[in-house]
């Protein structure tokens, strides 16, 4: 059975910048194409950064291009959201999921492409 757990998620002042981890286990994490969505209070969950099975190919809301980075390390079995400049429309529970279908550069940006989820962390953004 594969599972995410994530962490790193708490308060980060607007403007300062906050790591997020995703670990999986239970299938090779090489293998698999991951995402990271999020969803505030009220709103429905919404993309923010998705990265393809061979690392290379990356996708970004707009919301956060060139404020975030995915990125990922295969010997951890670990998925990364590096956020920056974070302001206060950032703040939610930010999940991450993977999937083992589609090609190695292939990412998927809507929730459905995803089969595994994580139980989700929250960012707190003070203004």
């Known amino acids: 059975q594969v599972q995410l757990v994530e962490s790193g998620g708490g308060l980060v002042q607007a403007g300062g910048s906050l790591r997020l981890s995703c670990a999986v286990s239970g299938r090779t994490f090489s293998s698999a194409a991951t995402g990271w969505f999020r969803q505030a209070p009220g709103k429905e969950r919404e993309f923010v950064a998705a990265?393809?099975?061979?690392?290379?190919?990356?996708g970004y809301a707009d919301s956060v291009k060139g404020r975030f980075t995915i990125y990922r390390d295969n010997a951890k079995n670990t998925l990364y959201l590096q956020m920056t400049n974070v302001k206060p429309e950032d703040a939610a529970v930010y999940y991450c999921?993977?999937?083992?279908?589609?090609?190695?550069?292939?990412?998927?940006?809507?929730?459905?492409?995803?089969?595994?989820w994580g139980q989700g962390t929250q960012v707190t953004v003070s203004s």
């Open positions: 999921a993977a999937t083992y279908y589609g090609g190695s550069s292939i990412y998927f940006s809507t929730s459905g492409g995803y089969d595994y």
């Open positions: 990265l393809s099975k061979d690392g290379i190919t990356q």
